[in-house]
């Protein structure tokens, strides 16, 4: 299981601030794009991400209304996937079509009500798909644990499928997506909005290789 930092800001200044501070200890990391329609915060103009030179590859998570509008905007290099939301006002397919023409990697994101009939369909055409374990809007959000059952049923069923989680992951709790067959969790605040952040990604990262080191996670594929 891997970690990445999600990088939230409504103004273009903090942004840049977290941004910078990523450079120093990741080379991959998740960018959060709002429209505040989709959700209630809108983050900075679109056009100021367009600019930016950075060595970091990104994803785009898009908790937009209409992704296909924002992806035709997205112009920087470090880009390597897009992920939209399962519940946006979009034609799947099209969309994920159209991302994959533009040689990028396609993801959905599925809020925590979301179920997984819903979704399995489209999710054939997918590369990624990202658990949202928070109700989606801004950094802190309280952790949904429920949603690890759909996370798992998931796991079993998409086996060929990235699996990841957004939100509300802790270092108490990270042990809980390792043992389900989550592939990457995203971590926002608990990185970047209190003390330093290469030294909370740290304790991440040595938290992980603890709890690698003491048990295997259970391949259903066997039985």
Do not use: W
Not at 31 to 56: A, C, H, Q, R, W
Not at 101 to 124: C, D, H, N, Q, Y
Not at 141 to 162: Q, Y
Request: proline share 4%; net charge negative.
């Amino acid at each position: 299981m891997k970690i990445v930092p999600a990088i939230l800001a409504e103004k273009f200044d903090d942004f840049l601030l977290r941004l910078k501070q990523a450079e120093s200890f990741v080379d991959y990391v998740q960018i959060d794009l709002m429209d505040g329609l989709f959700v209630p915060t809108k983050s900075f103009p679109l056009e100021e991400l367009n600019g930016i030179n950075t060595p970091l590859s990104f994803e785009a998570h898009l908790m937009v209304m209409d992704p296909s509008e924002f992806i035709n905007r997205i112009n920087n290099q470090g880009l390597k996937k897009v992920i939209f939301h399962f519940e946006s006002e979009v034609k799947h397919l099209e969309l994920v079509n159209s991302i994959k023409e533009r040689e990028l990697s396609a993801g959905i994101a599925i809020k925590p009500e979301t179920e997984v009939k819903e979704f399995r369909e489209i999710a054939g055409y997918v590369d990624t798909l990202l658990f949202m374990t928070v109700d989606p809007c801004c950094y802190g959000r309280p952790f949904i644990p429920e949603v690890l059952d759909k996370i798992s049923e998931a796991r079993h069923i998409f086996r060929d499928k990235a699996i990841a989680a957004d939100g509300g992951v802790s270092l108490e709790n990270l042990k809980r997506f390792l043992e389900i067959g989550v592939d990457y969790v995203c971590v926002g605040s608990r990185i970047f909005l209190e003390g330093d952040p290469e030294e909370n990604y740290r304790r991440f990262i040595e938290k992980l290789k603890e709890l690698e080191g003491s048990f295997t996670v259970k391949d259903d594929s066997k039985e």
